[in-house]
């Protein structure tokens, strides 16, 4: 089975911390891809990768970086936190056009 | 922009009961569609895929079409049971190259009443 984990379940920091958030899959897939998801507003693409080292923009790339310098590893940064990127985090991981495999997610809490 | 719409947002039929969930996109342009189910305070798991070329998946209890000219799928469950509920999302690939991720809807939040 395709497994993609998330270093943290629940994770609560304050405004101006730098944050990391990783994420790592064991299948050798070409695709990564970092969502945050909130209430009312769905699922949205921040950031996603399509090789070691290659990053593309997705929708709200704002307050946001990402690093892939391995292929099984993609980690989202948060430079200086703020309240508005409280959040719920969603790492997937795919083959080339084929069917996105999610981790358990990151509830983060900015405070 | 690629827009998808789930409707209804929420749904509450008792145990048994066949029932469908819809899904609109308005750019016809697409690689694939895909249902998700989401457990609360947990990640997604894929249900189905449908790719452009196809009309319809099935598996088990699910049935999922694509009727990709007009911007539509539909989430058919049959025999309906309480461990069906959960939140039903439905996500879009669309055309224009490059690995670009998924647009979402927003869910269809199902309860299933034993």
């Known amino acids: 089975d395709v497994k993609v984990t998330q270093s943290s379940r629940y994770l609560v920091k304050r405004t101006g911390e730098k944050v990391f958030l990783e994420c790592v899959q064991d299948m050798d897939h070409e695709n990564m891809f970092w969502y945050r998801q909130d209430p009312g507003l769905g699922l949205r693409l921040i950031y996603f990768s399509y090789d070691v080292k290659m990053k593309e923009k997705g929708d709200i790339p704002e307050g946001y970086s990402v690093s892939r310098e391995k292929k099984e590893r993609f980690s989202l940064i948060l430079e200086s936190a703020s309240t508005n990127q409280t959040s719920m985090y969603l790492c997937?991981?795919?083959?080339?056009?084929?069917?996105?495999?999610f981790g358990p997610g990151t509830r983060l809490t900015v405070l | 922009k690629q827009e998808v719409t789930q409707i209804p947002a929420a749904l509450s039929v008792p145990e048994g009961e066949n029932l469908v969930l819809n899904c609109s996109f308005t750019?016809?342009?697409?690689?694939?569609l895909q249902w998700f189910r989401q457990d609360p305070g947990k990640g997604l798991t894929s249900l189905l895929l449908?790719?452009?070329?196809?009309r319809e998946q099935t598996s088990g209890r699910l049935n999922a079409s694509l009727d990709k000219s007009s911007g539509r799928s539909t989430l058919y469950i049959a025999a309906s049971q309480p461990g069906d509920s959960a939140t039903y999302l439905c996500a879009v690939k669309s055309e224009g190259g490059g690995a670009d991720g998924l647009t979402f809807g927003k869910g269809t939040h199902l309860i299933i009443q034993p």
């Open positions: 750019d016809s342009a697409i690689y694939n």
């Open positions: 997937a991981s795919s083959p080339l056009l084929a069917t996105q495999y």
């Open positions: 449908i790719q452009s070329s196809q």
